[in-house]
């Protein structure tokens, strides 16, 4: 019997964003697989069920589609009402954060869930096409860039009239990731005059080949999996003497910086907004894990001292289609090569398989996570 995979509706409010898009639950199909999608789980990503027609079912309630399910797919992770629904043994793709749903992963574990965290998947060439984290903050990087052209008070080009010249508007993107990579080009698409800062050295290369101009604070923290370390009391005060001239003459700043599993480094304090500029923006991206300026108000934006301080939420949602195409391409090539005949069988010592894992025969295999719940 084919292994049975199913698509939920998103319930968490705000999440238009779908799991698996049409073309990938074909894909999925074609493997022999049967793909069962809850009623207008796509919609809000403007997929309706008869796009799903190829291959799919479409099921009526979400109590229906979890009795069914073998493998689950999600894009937000489940409440615990959710997880009640799964069968015992059920196999679920999700963006977990284990750290801030602690109660759902004991109880993926007690349901005997075997449970893939795919923010964990690890950063390793063969599984870049596999990788959540970098596709959704590419969306990310492209929004903060439109919404800080927005919110700003000038234009981002030059621009040449009859009245005279008006100069470019100066960004400086703080992060140069997938997120800020993205935010750079953007940016530099627009017309503004971009300087970004990363504590990466091996950033440099990337930042100068998008136009943008490297701001070097004489800090290197590069660690383990191309992230960044936590820097000392020393490191925090050589960067901020630099960034706040830098932030000082900026007409917008963007920033991207964070730390898996983390709360995220505060890099803008509230001195260096008092000393922006008025009309000035700052957007923070990283302010679902508290941000990395202080004066953020997660899913707030608000004006201090004549500079909007913004703090978007769940932006890569902002884009649903598009973020729910590339979600899907990231599953597809995360599970099917292990998919033959229609039936699955996890290979434990695939290294992607392995790390990705959150729970697995009744335990929490994913150590950071383990020593969090004790």
Known sequence: MPVRMAVPKEIISGEQRVALDPTMAERFAKLGVEILVEKSAGLSAFFPDAAYSKGSRVVDSA???????????????????????????????????????????????????????????????RAQSMDVLSSQAAVAGYYVALRAATLTSGFFPMLTTAAGTIRPSKVVIVGAGVAGLQAIATCRRLGAMVEAYDIRPAARQEIESLGAKMIDTGVNAAAEGGYARELTAEEKQKQADVLAKHIAAANAVITTAAIPGRAAPKIVTAAMVDNMKRGAVIVDLAAESGGNCELTRPGESYEHNGVIIDGPLNIPSNFP???????????????????????LNLDWNDEVIAKSALTHGGKIVHEPTSKLVG
């Open 63 to 125: 109590q229906t589609l979890y009795a069914e399910a073998d493998v689950v797919f999600k894009v937000q992770g489940p409440t615990l009402e959710e997880v009640e629904q799964l069968k015992d043994g059920t196999i679920l793709l999700a963006v977990l954060s284990p750290h801030r749903n602690v109660d759902v992963v004991k109880r993926l574990r007690d349901k005997n869930i075997t449970s893939f965290a795919m923010e964990l998947i690890p950063r390793i060439s």
């Open 321 to 343: 289609a598009p973020a729910s195409e590339m979600y899907a391409k990231n599953l597809f090539n995360f599970l099917s090569p292990m998919i033959k005949d229609g039936a």
